[in-house]
């Protein structure tokens, strides 16, 4: 990625509700164009940052920075920003069309000029031309998406913000929404912040990934990052399924797991490390035929299986231990229940992280 | 089980249990109704509907100047609707959206009073207003200014009917107010609206149902106000329905108090329906 200006900027933005601060001296800068998503749990305060973000909150302390100028105390319609809500917010008692011309009637722009600017979201947005006379509320969920999405593109806005708007939509056509936001990001080159509680939504989308715990970032990174180089134990474990075994470094440089009797080999060890946990994707486990075949082997028994579509997930259990193993379909072959299997990884494909 | 009746007398289930309802009502509602209606097609002064129909009643009405007594109550009642307009929109909006947990308070002292018989609360009226009263008495005792008393003028008639009425209109408005979604407002905020226009442009359209409901309602009451005119009013102005009581009790002329009646139904009847076309609540919310 080649370095872009910053548009906006956070220094030490606090936002408290009496004692609780809902965001917690978070720094950040998203970059001119960039499609950037603050991923988090439920409670974790991204709704109130958002909304910080494009003015509907006020921050507690600390500078929001956009293009350099502070707008802490600019309101909503004063910023060249706009936000796409959960509930879409649309106007029920408009058409579709005057739905996307609101912002532009609000800014005094000409009823055919309005109406010419429509018609074009209308075809950009793939939702036919009659439906600018036809009211929102005939609209079914994945239109209603493309018309809040339409509005606030009419806004032109500098940066678009958008609050789960997916969040209620079934899997199938929040997995097609996904990517044509995306590519409505790539045509239109605005910079996009994007709220969700997956990170599997997240990964599909974002050029960067904020993840979100309790006010405060706990990591920024691309999805590459996030997935493959977490640097704690909640970002590992919030993408999903994911092996976790708590470590201990042992003066031979090898990783003993008290809890399950066995000792690791290793990763690369950061500087200074003591004991944490070694995460290992479903996907890097493997069924071993004998233990010199993988650098970390552990016996079990298969408990269940479960067909994934394209890959088949395996619960095996050593002990009292669970263990997620995914697989390719063509790669998986037929195991019976109760088989005594060998599991095994590279070190190379796990991750030491802390807390 | 199924819905089947033995004997052979197969309604649908619903219209089995509404029928009681539908009885009653056509009973205690639509009968009393018709007879008014089919009085004021009886020869004047007569008590019976067995008598050939006529027109006899409507011609002395129109040949009377009942048309004045009619032109104040629809002045008094739309004057009325105006200012409770004017008074509650503000009011509703702070109990849907600023007063929080105080509104309930406010609720109830709109409520209590409600709780009193309306006459007993004009009369309250007049011991405020009148001479050596309440008011009057006060400034006299405390500033020894002797005002006129404002009873029996057209302004304390309009004061006594807004005030009687104010809960018809505060409550649904209030209610329409609460129905406006934050993240609309939020939303047209956001895509630039300044506080006016998001007032125009989605506050006032989406709490419309409410507001027109309320409007109406008043309406429809303060057609039939009786007590602030004759009370406070002192006669000062006559309504209509001084007129349509006159003719059933004093003058003993039900024919023409039952004319009087239907026209009066008639014109508020179509002026309700003129409204409702106008603000087609289903249109208004975008069902439609």
């Known amino acids: 990625m080649t370095p872009r200006p910053p548009i906006l900027q956070l220094r030490q933005i606090t936002k408290s509700f009496g004692p609780f601060a809902a965001v917690d001296r978070v720094d950040l800068d998203i970059a001119e164009g960039e499609f950037f998503t603050i991923v988090g749990p439920s409670g974790s305060g991204k709704t109130t940052m958002v909304r910080m973000l494009a003015g509907m909150e006020t921050p507690t302390s600390g500078d929001l920075l956009l293009r350099g100028k502070r707008i802490n105390d600019l309101p909503a319609n004063k910023r060249p920003t706009c936000m796409v809500f959960q509930s879409l917010a649309l106007f029920p008692h408009r058409t579709v069309g005057q739905n996307i011309e609101f912002p532009l009637k609000m800014r005094g722009v000409a009823p055919a000029a309005r109406k010419e600017r429509a018609l074009r979201l209308l075809s950009q947005l793939r939702l036919p031309e009659d439906y600018y006379a036809k009211s929102v509320q005939k609209c079914s969920g994945g239109e209603r998406q493309r018309v809040a999405l339409a509005r606030a593109l009419a806004f032109d806005p500098e940066i678009l913000f958008f609050d789960e708007p997916l969040s209620a939509i079934d899997y199938k056509l929040r997995k097609a929404l996904e990517k044509e936001l995306k590519d409505i990001h790539r045509d239109t080159g605005k910079t996009f912040v994007y709220i969700t509680h997956s990170l599997e939504e997240a990964m599909v989308m974002s050029d960067r990934i904020g993840v979100l715990k309790a006010g405060r970032f706990i990591q920024v990174g691309t999805p590459e990052d996030i997935y493959s180089r977490p640097e704690n134990r909640f970002v590992s474990e919030f993408m999903g399924d994911v092996n976790v075994f708590p470590v201990r470094r042992q003066d031979d440089g090898m990783l003993l797991s008290e809890p399950f009797g066995l000792t690791f080999k290793a990763p690369a060890l950061p500087n200074g490390f003591t004991s944490g946990y070694l995460v290992v994707r479903p996907e890097a486990l493997r069924f071993v035929a004998k233990a010199s075949d993988a650098d970390n082997v552990i016996p079990g028994k298969l408990y269940n299986e479960y067909a994934l579509g394209s890959r088949v997930q395996y619960q095996v259990r050593s002990g009292d231990h669970v263990l997620i193993v995914e697989r390719l379909r063509q790669q998986s072959g037929p195991l019976q229940r109760d088989a005594d299997v060998s599991v095994g990884w590279d070190a190379t494909d796990s991750v030491l992280v802390g807390d | 089980m199924e819905p089947t009746d033995r004997r052979g007398l197969a309604l649908p289930q619903g219209l089995r249990f509404a029928l009681p309802l539908i009885l009653a009502l056509l009973a205690g509602f639509v009968a009393p109704l018709a007879a008014v209606v089919a009085y004021s097609f009886m020869p004047p002064r007569t008590f019976g509907l067995d008598h050939s129909p006529t027109l006899a009643n409507y011609v002395e009405i129109v040949a009377s100047n009942s048309h004045i007594a009619l032109y104040w109550s629809l002045t008094f009642a739309a004057l009325t609707v105006v200012i409770l307009a004017a008074v509650c929109y503000p009011i509703a909006y702070g109990m849907a959206r600023v007063f929080g947990r105080w509104s309930t308070v406010i609720v109830l002292l709109f409520t209590i009073p409600l709780f009193v018989s309306e006459n007993v609360r004009i009369y309250g009226w007049i011991l405020f207003f009148i001479k050596n009263g309440v008011l009057l008495g006060s400034l006299k005792s405390l500033f020894g200014v002797e005002p006129d008393s404002w009873l ?35 939303a047209a905020q956001d895509l630039g609206a300044s506080r006016w226009q998001v007032f125009r442009e989605i506050e006032l359209p989406l709490s419309m149902p409410g507001i027109v409901i309320g409007l109406l309602l008043t309406f429809v009451l303060a057609v039939g106000a009786i007590v602030e005119a004759k009370v406070l009013g002192g006669q000062t102005i006559i309504p209509i329905t001084h007129d349509i009581e006159i003719a059933f009790t004093y003058a003993q002329n039900w024919p023409l108090g039952a004319a009087l009646s239907v026209l009066l139904m008639l014109i508020v009847g179509a002026l309700v329906l003129l409204a409702l076309r106008r603000f087609d609540l289903d249109a208004i919310l975008g069902r439609r």
């Open chain 2, 152 to 186: 029996f003028t057209k302004g304390i008639v309009l004061l006594g009917m807004v005030y009687v009425y104010l809960p018809f209109m505060l409550f649904p408005m209030t209610l329409g107010v609460a129905m406006v979604p934050a993240d609309a407002r939020e």
